[in-house]
C-alpha cells in the first residue's frame, strides 16, 4: 500500500492482448502524510513480463498550476503562491493563508520604493499600493489587507483552524490579485520600483 515503486507486485507476463494499460498505487506522502493515488504506466518488461516505467501520475497533485504570469516569473511573489498552494494541498491551510498573504505583501513591494515599506504591518503599504495605481487596486484592496490577519497574527488563545473552503477561495482570491496587477503593469499603468530593475539591469 505504501511502495512507492510497487514493481514486484505486477502479476503475469506480457501478452500482446494485454489490457491493463496503468497499474494504481495507494501511498503515504512523506511530506503532508496525506494518502495519494499513483497511476503507473505498464509495458512490456524484460522477459516478456509487464512492468512499470515512468513518472506516475498522483492525484491529488502537490503542486500548484503554474501562474503562468510572466512578469513575475522566477520571483519572490510565485515562490510564496506555489507554497501557500502546496500547503493547501497537504491541509495545512493556516500556513497556505500567512503563505498567500506574504505573497501579496512581496507583490506591494514590487511597485513600492523601500522607504514605503512599513515596519507596522501589510496595511500601510497596501493603501500606498491604492494612492499609486488607483481605484482599479482599491477595489481589492481592503480584501488583501484582511486576508489571513488572524492567522498571521494570533494571540495567545486558541483560534479556529481556517477551512479547506475558506483556504481555496483565499488563495484564488491571490491569484486573481497577482495576475489583475500584471495585467496593468502589462499595459504600463503601473511599473516596479527601481530597486526592482535595477536589481535585474
Known amino acids: 500500500m505504501f511502495d512507492p515503486m510497487p514493481r514486484e507486485y505486477v502479476p503475469g507476463r506480457w501478452s500482446a492482448d494485454n489490457t ?4 494504481p498505487v495507494i501511498y503515504r ?3 503532508c502524510g496525506k494518502l495519494h493515488l499513483a497511476a503507473y504506466k505498464v509495458v512490456e518488461g524484460e522477459d ?13 497533485t502537490p503542486k500548484a498550476m503554474p501562474l503562468q504570469v510572466p512578469e513575475l516569473r522566477g520571483t519572490v511573489i510565485e515562490a510564496y503562491r506555489d507554497e501557500a498552494w502546496a500547503c493547501a494541498f497537504a491541509s495545512h491551510h ?5 503563505l498567500a498573504r506574504s505573497a501579496l505583501q512581496a507583490l506591494c513591494r514590487r511597485y513600492l520604493p523601500k522607504k514605503k515599506w512599513s515596519k507596522v504591518g501589510l496595511g500601510p503599504e497596501v493603501a500606498e499600493m ?10 481589492v484592496g481592503d480584501r488583501v489587507k484582511a486576508l489571513a490577519d488572524k492567522w498571521a497574527h494570533p494571540g495567545p488563545l486558541a483560534v479556529d483552524s481556517p477551512t479547506a473552503k475558506e483556504t481555496r477561495s483565499s488563495l484564488q482570491f491571490m491569484d486573481e490579485t497577482l ?3 500584471a495585467v496593468m503593469e502589462r499595459a504600463g499603468h503601473i511599473k516596479p520600483a527601481r530597486w526592482v530593475t535595477s536589481r535585474h539591469a
Open 20 to 23: 491493463l494499460e496503468e497499474f
Open 29 to 31: 506522502c512523506e511530506s
Open 48 to 60: 516478456g513480463r509487464a512492468s512499470l516505467t515512468g513518472k506516475p501520475a498522483v492525484a491529488p
Open 94 to 98: 493556516r500556513a497556505a493563508l500567512v
Open 130 to 139: 491604492e494612492r499609486l495605481v488607483g481605484t482599479g487596486w482599491k477595489a
Open 179 to 181: 495576475k489583475f496587477t
